[in-house]
């Protein structure tokens, strides 16, 4: 017998119908929009016979921007798409900033770019590395892109380089962030170990300096003060931020209301740098903010963007790993018969010289039984060290990545499956050592979303312990009632693992038939590692990847061609 309970409705539609008098036979086209934003998209075309006209939506819809209303009617292209008014404001700001940063000149220099550029040595950078830093002195804003091991973070500690040696006597105020605390993190030992290797022409001074600057890499909701209870930022337009230069890496994370909030609260002046991959996969909320900048600077040449982009293409870290560049390339080029044959010309594990092996199809179901000698013998020496610094630093070395969050072939269940295998061991004395991330930024202990440690046992007993700031410094230690929510670590979504590396990558593929079967989510995944990565999965699975490009429905591209 067919139900006669009326259909749920989301309580966004039900203030429409009651506070904005929108006709019930519009439901179906704000359920359309809120499937959209759910999928990341932040406004959604509108099918044939729905009607175009603001009469037709009650007092729901505007069709001009200056007139606020909740919902927004946005022709563009010979379609006409349904967006909200938050999130029109949002690309509206993004877009009109962002070029209003590209057209800026950059405060003046003590030395012409072209000098301090000349300074580092022809050895220290390529071509594109040499145009990016001439860009970044040279502008307010500069676009950096390319994929891993392209140089960006190589590049960018030499440009903070120059910039602190331009005035001695007033040292630029640096600040640098990044969307998750790994990724932070990242930045943060790369520039360290960057500024290390400075050339001998710049001041003595200048790598301590930027090591200084580099030890306050935060996230991105650090850097504005955000509440999560009130969901507001200490920093906006009327309270800037306080810096001369900002940095955000991993740009392709960043959604697009965290975008807004940080170009409202950044002064005019200051110099914002910009670094991503827009090959990878885009923010969990909505938005795909970088790769509509990118994909708008390739089709206008002559804007103001576009001159300041620039695409980093030449890779070392694949240089000695050729299937891993290959198969990257594929991925990105939707090359599906080349990735298959790469696949299949790597068949077992013992074949991975070149970085590269395909463990076969998984038929829904993990088994330890897998996974390759070098990856077990990696994860045995996490959960078996006896020094803190031990764990973490074998911890950094092998990761297992999956597309789901949940069932046996997510992070849950590959988690599970890991932690049996290691305690059913023979002769075990102690139990093993637990890799953790930490699921929300928290203030009392410092600890952010995304960061990883693991949990075993010191003389005082079972406790915590994080990475410190510096490689020489000792891990921190936590005990286990003061750590915030957390989550095992063995197996990571490939989202949580997007702005990390690891030596060893075990990729655990979805169905073909998964909806997060994409091309991003497999090129995010492979390019963690830095020398070995194993797929488990079907063959098909990359192929339906690879066979169309779904891009999320976005006006921001819309929004720059106008501007």
């Given amino acids: 017998m067919p139900s006669t309970a009326p259909d749920f409705l989301p309580p966004e539609i039900d203030l429409l119908l009651r506070r904005w008098a929108l006709p019930p036979e519009r439901v179906s086209d704000l359920r359309r929009l809120l499937a959209a934003q759910a999928e990341g998209g932040t ?22 921007p ?43 220099l003590g030395r012409p770019a072209a000098d301090w550029v000349a300074a580092l040595g022809s050895d220290q950078l390529n071509a594109l590395q040499t145009r990016a830093i ?5 502008h307010t804003l500069a676009l950096i892109t390319g994929g891993p091991g392209t140089g960006k973070t190589h590049t960018l500690a030499r440009l903070l380089a120059l910039l602190l040696a331009d005035q001695p006597e007033r040292r630029p105020v640096i600040r640098l962030a990044a969307p998750t605390g790994k990724a932070a993190e990242r930045m943060r030992e790369a520039i360290e170990a960057a500024a290390d290797r400075l050339p001998a022409s710049l001041p003595t001074d200048t790598p301590a300096q930027l090591k200084t600057a580099a030890a306050g890499a935060c996230t991105l909701h650090s850097l504005l003060g955000f509440h999560p209870t009130t969901g507001r930022c200490r920093h906006h337009a009327q309270t800037p931020l306080s810096c001369d230069v900002l940095i955000v ?3 392709s994370m960043v959604d697009t209301l965290l975008w807004q909030a940080l170009l409202l609260a950044l002064p005019p002046t200051t110099r914002l740098i910009l670094l991503g991959d827009p090959h990878q996969l885009e923010s969990v909320a909505a938005g795909d903010v970088l790769g509509a900048l990118v994909r708008h600077a390739r089709r206008h040449p002559d804007a103001a963007l576009a001159s300041v982009w620039v695409e980093l293409r030449e890779s070392q870290r694949f240089k000695h790993r050729a299937d891993i560049g290959a198969l990257a390339h594929a991925i990105v080029t939707f090359d599906a018969s080349t990735a298959v044959a790469l696949l ?9 010289v070149d970085g590269l092996a395909w463990l076969g199809e998984h038929n829904g179901r993990f088994s330890w039984e897998i996974l390759a000698p070098a990856v077990r013998e990696a994860i045995i020496s996490v959960a078996d060290a006896t020094q803190p610094a031990t764990a973490l630093a074998a911890l950094d070395r092998v990761r297992l990545l999956t597309a789901h969050r949940e069932h046996l072939l997510g992070a849950a269940g590959v988690n599970v499956a890991i932690d049996r295998q290691l305690r ?10 637990e890799p953790i991330i930490i699921n929300y930024n928290d203030a009392e202990t410092g600890l952010n979303n995304g960061s990883v440690g693991v949990i075993m046992e010191d003389a005082a007993g079972r406790a915590a312990f994080f990475p410190a700031a510096g490689s020489q410094i000792a891990p921190r230690r936590f005990p286990l009632g003061q750590l915030p929510d957390y989550s095992p670590a063995w197996a990571l979504t490939i989202h949580r693992a997007q702005g990390s590396e690891f030596d060893h990558v075990v990729v655990i593929l979805p169905t073909e038939s998964s909806p997060l079967a994409t091309r991003e989510l497999i090129y995010t995944a492979i390019t963690r590692a830095k020398h070995q990565v194993y797929l488990s999965g079907s063959a098909t ?16 591209e819309a929004c720059l061609d106008r501007d």
Wanted: a positive charge; glycine letters at 4%; aromatic letters at 4%.
């Fill in 66 to 108: 200056t007139i606020p209303a909740p919902l927004l009617l946005r022709p563009h292209d010979g379609t006409t798409y349904l967006q909200s008014w938050r999130y029109h404001r949002a690309e509206q700001t993004i877009a009109t900033q962002l070029q209003a940063r590209a057209a800026q000149p950059a405060p003046r």
């Fill in 344 to 352: 299949q010309a790597r068949r077992a594990p013992e074949s991975a």
């Fill in 541 to 556: 699975t990359v192929v339906a990847a690879l066979s169309e490009r779904a891009l999320r429905c976005t006006l921001l």
């Fill in 43 to 64: 406004a959604c075309p509108l099918p044939s016979g729905s009607p175009t006209e603001p009469s037709a939506w009650g007092q729901a819809v505007s069709t001009e």
């Fill in 249 to 251: 890496d991993e740009c």
């Fill in 134 to 138: 001439t860009c970044a002195l040279d």
């Fill in 424 to 433: 059913q061991r023979p002769g075990l004395v102690r139990p093993p050592n």
